[in-house]
């Protein structure tokens, strides 16, 4: 079984720029989140989708930052434009329906803001 | 609001040996899971194990055993028969439980094991 794949790996953009970020979840885990993790720090939850609703986006800087999920499936995180304080690694995870179940992490976009 | 902390950056251990790593955490809450996740230097966060508040039994899983004590609000990790590919971070973090649980992850600010051969 595939797990959360995320792109790009890496990425690195002049500040003022636009930078996306896309996860495509592992296959019918309804629950996506995006996390944010600054360097020697643990993760923090930026938003979390049930499906296609937003369910928790308290954390997200809406300013900046918007966040997508068409069609229940593939998640879509933007910041524009980028500051140099964005600079962290991106961790998208899945879970089933239902915020006990185990969520799987994918790999995580590593962004550098110059 | 819900703190986790873990009082130790680094450890290292010698392999085939036992380590124990240390977290606290506070909250009001009754009802909540722990976790201790591990990642790896290639980022991919991968859970350990997990243990559910209301049960009174430590969890295990294999050479991992947890310590968790409810009434002292901490929650250690045991590594037995430690081996290389232990070498990682560690994050221990805390969900709340029950309505009004949105699935969010507390993490503590990790330990980064090292295993030397």
């Known amino acids: 079984e595939a797990g959360v794949v995320q792109s790009p790996r890496y990425k690195i953009i002049e500040k003022k720029q636009p930078v996306a970020f896309w996860c495509n979840p592992i296959?019918?885990?309804?629950?996506l989140y995006w996390y944010l993790q600054n360097l020697g720090q643990g993760p923090e939850l930026l938003i979390r989708y049930e499906n296609e609703e937003a369910v928790d986006d308290s954390q997200l800087p809406k300013d900046r930052f918007s966040a997508e999920r068409l069609k229940g499936v593939d998640s879509t995180l933007k910041i524009q434009p980028a500051e140099l304080g964005d600079s962290a690694v991106y961790l998208c995870?899945?879970?089933?329906?239902?915020?006990?179940?185990?969520?799987?992490f994918g790999p995580g976009t590593r962004l550098t803001v110059l | 609001a819900q703190t986790v902390t873990q009082s130790q950056p680094e450890m290292s251990v010698q392999e085939a040996e036992t380590v124990t790593l240390s977290c606290t955490y506070d909250t009001s809450e009754n009802n909540y899971y722990l976790f201790w996740y591990k990642q790896p230097p290639s980022r991919q966060m991968i859970l350990v194990i997990r243990q559910e508040a209301y049960k009174q039994q430590n969890a295990t899983e294999n050479r991992f055993s947890v310590n968790f004590q409810k009434a002292a609000k901490s929650f250690s990790l045991k590594i037995s028969d430690s081996q290389l590919g232990d070498t990682a971070m560690y994050f221990c973090?805390?969900?709340?439980?029950?309505?009004?649980?949105?699935?969010?992850?507390?993490f503590g600010q990790g330990t980064t094991l090292q295993v030397k051969p």
């Open positions: 995870a899945s879970s089933l329906r239902g915020s006990y179940n185990e969520q799987f």
């Open positions: 296959s019918g885990h309804n629950t």
């Open positions: 973090a805390f969900m709340k439980h029950g309505s009004g649980n949105t699935g969010k992850l507390i």
